[in-house]
């Protein structure tokens, strides 16, 4: 089945800098749609970064220009460097595998980012 292993959350002062990783299993990834969603305390889970597998990329307006997103299809993983992070992006971040119609999610990775 496909599995979504997020790691590299933690706490980071503002203006800091994260990188997360998604390790990926049971499915072919080089044709899934990679993904990056993140859901704060009390708030929606929304959309924050995508990559397809001829790495075309789409960010939200609140991440444009701090976080790349990048994969590597020979190692099954997506990454999210997320550069001068704010106290607003705390949020605990899930990847996302869009496959055959389906999205598969991991089960996140808490980031927290103090004022």
């Known amino acids: 089945q496909v599995q979504l292993v997020e790691s590299g959350g933690g706490l980071v002062q503002a203006g800091g800098s994260l990188r997360l990783s998604c390790a990926a299993s049971?499915?072919?990834?080089?044709?899934?749609?990679m993904g990056w969603f993140r859901q704060a305390p009390g708030e929606e889970r929304e959309f924050v970064a995508q990559i397809t597998g001829i790495m075309n990329t789409v960010y939200s307006d609140s991440v444009k220009g701090r976080f790349t997103i990048a994969r590597d299809n020979a190692k099954n993983t997506v990454d999210l460097q997320m550069n001068t992070l704010k106290p607003e992006d705390t949020a605990v971040y899930y990847c996302?595998?869009?496959?055959?119609?389906?999205?598969?999610w991991g089960v996140g990775t808490l980031v927290t980012v103090s004022s």
């Open positions: 049971g499915l072919n990834f080089r044709s899934a749609v």
């Open positions: 996302t595998a869009d496959t055959f119609g389906t999205r598969y």
